[in-house]
């Protein structure tokens, strides 16, 4: 006997063993057939069991009822076991149908899988290449708009470029056409008779007065002026514009009334303005307000602090040299010929030692300023600028006590001698009364004099006295100080 592993009943090893139908070929015709043939030959078998076969239906009360008379005449002991055909249901039958229905689903599952897969595969691909169309002109459309914006950049970049250069150009020429901002150069130029405009031209250029002769040949030819020249000797300058110094040579404009004028060291912005007053250039009214408020374009003016104290604003500034001017030159050009010779004076190394010994440029001219009232030669420069240094380094000298500041301050002859009572005079000016330097510089030095304030020799003077000869005696200490006084006044 042996177990059927979907079944606890015995099995009787004489029933021929169904085949199992092969997967995906056996149909149920070909297992019904089997089972049928099984039956005839158990039939032969039993014939009780043939009947049952042979006309279930119409016999199936009698073939009941032998059934449970052959189990009646058996032994308790030896009970006949179940056969798969004894109660109605054939159970390999059932787990043969199952197996088929399981493949047929199995098929038909596999093959909607397939046609879903395949229809996925072709909606993704319709889908891909949708895409790759719409991206297609979505690229298109952004590489349109970087294209647009691109040229947009270009055509602003190129007019604003356009604009920068014709612009320059036109400054540029019109300054040298009409002399709206130029240095001053003066220059006297004689010229014969059959100079032509050409030659002309190069003169000017070569001499400063121009700095474009293509472009005054030009516009002499533009404003059709006779090329017949007067002969002569001409003074004309930068400042001029082109009608006019074409005018000077064509002899229908007057020689213009140069008056020179010389400015010493030390002098100060109320005697300048006079000696311009008196040699007929300007007012004191229009050099004051010059003075006070043009605005001139220098570095050097734009660190000068806004102190109301301060007298006036470009004190010390007004560089002492001789100068050429005309008599018609009005205050404003008369006083930018000065600051122009000062700029060109002072160069970036004067601005680099003053920030290394700690001090702004105006305080260098402030100091100066006083050097140059209180020596009396210029080799004893670096002598006083060593007392003003040591004092104003000291705190055991908080005021530089000098004479000329306070002469400064009151508006008197500088050969005149300090009295008592002018020591106690109330202005910022006074550096008896006041610590430190004064508001500004008390008059206009020299070279020599702001090179003495960067570069003061390296003493222990802190105290000087002049003598009735000019000479100055330093001193260390007060004692020392008060007997050189001593001396001066027994002379």
């Not at 592993?5 to 090893?13: A, D, E, I, Y």
């Not at 708009?145 to 055509?155: E, G, N």
Request: one cysteine or more; hydrophobic letters at 35%; charged letters at 30%.
């Amino acid at each position: 006997m042996e177990f059927d592993g979907n079944s606890n009943r015995q099995q009787n090893t004489d029933e021929p063993a169904f085949e199992k139908p092969e997967a995906h070929s056996d149909s149920l015709e070909r297992i019904l057939a089997q089972k049928r043939k099984a039956a005839a030959n158990q039939a032969q078998k039993a014939p009780h069991a043939q009947r049952y076969v042979a006309a279930p239906d119409a016999q199936k009360t009698e073939a009941k009822a032998m059934r449970t008379a052959d189990i009646a005449n058996k032994p308790k002991t030896a009970e006949r076991p179940e056969t798969a055909s004894d109660g109605g249901f054939d159970l390999a039958l059932f787990i043969e149908k199952t197996k088929c229905k399981a493949e047929d689903l199995m098929k038909k599952t596999k093959k909607k899988i397939a046609e879903l897969s395949k229809k996925r595969k072709v909606r993704s691909e319709a889908k891909q290449k949708d895409n790759l169309v719409q991206d297609y002109y979505d690229d298109n459309e952004e590489d349109s708009a970087v294209v647009d914006v691109l040229k947009s950049t270009i055509y602003i970049v190129s007019v604003l470029i356009v604009s920068i250069v014709l612009s320059y150009f036109v400054i540029i020429y019109s300054n040298d056409v009409f002399s709206f901002v130029k240095a001053e150069v003066n220059a006297d130029i004689k010229i014969e008779d059959t100079v032509s405009t050409s030659k002309l031209a190069s003169v000017l250029k070569e001499d400063g007065i121009i700095k474009y002769p293509a472009l005054f040949k030009l516009y002499h030819s533009f404003r059709g002026y006779s090329d017949t020249y007067k002969g002569g000797t001409y003074s004309v300058s930068s400042k001029m514009g082109y009608d006019e110094i074409i005018k000077t040579f064509l002899g229908t404009k007057k020689d213009r009334e140069t008056i020179i004028l010389t400015f010493y060291e030390g002098q100060t912005v109320d005697e300048i303005i006079d000696e311009f007053v008196e040699n007929g250039i300007g007012t004191k009214e229009g050099f004051v307000d010059v003075i006070q408020n043009y605005p001139y374009e220098y570095d050097f003016i734009s660190e000068i602090p806004n102190d109301p104290n301060r007298r006036y604003r470009l004190e010390g500034y007004l560089f002492p040299d001789t100068y050429y001017f005309y008599a018609d030159s009005n205050e404003e050009t008369a006083i930018y010929k000065m600051l122009e010779n000062f700029n060109s004076k002072i160069s970036e190394p004067y601005y680099e030692r003053a920030k290394e010994i700690g001090y702004s440029l105006d305080e260098v001219i402030n100091i100066a300023s006083i050097i140059q009232w209180e020596a009396g030669y210029t080799v004893e420069f670096e002598y006083v600028s060593s007392v003003i240094h040591n004092r104003l380094s000291s705190p055991n000298f908080p005021k530089i006590e000098c004479d000329s500041t306070i002469i400064y301050a009151i508006g008197g002859d500088r050969k005149n001698e300090v009295t008592g009572a002018d020591l106690e005079y109330d202005s910022p000016y006074n550096t008896y009364l006041y610590d430190g330097l004064p508001p500004g510089a008390i008059g206009n030095p020299g070279l020599d004099a702001i090179e003495a304030a960067l570069y003061p020799i390296n003493s222990n003077y802190y105290y000087f006295v002049a003598s009735p000869n000019g000479e100055t005696i330093f001193s260390r200490t007060l004692a020392e100080h008060n007997a050189a006084r001593a001396r001066i006044a027994a002379q």
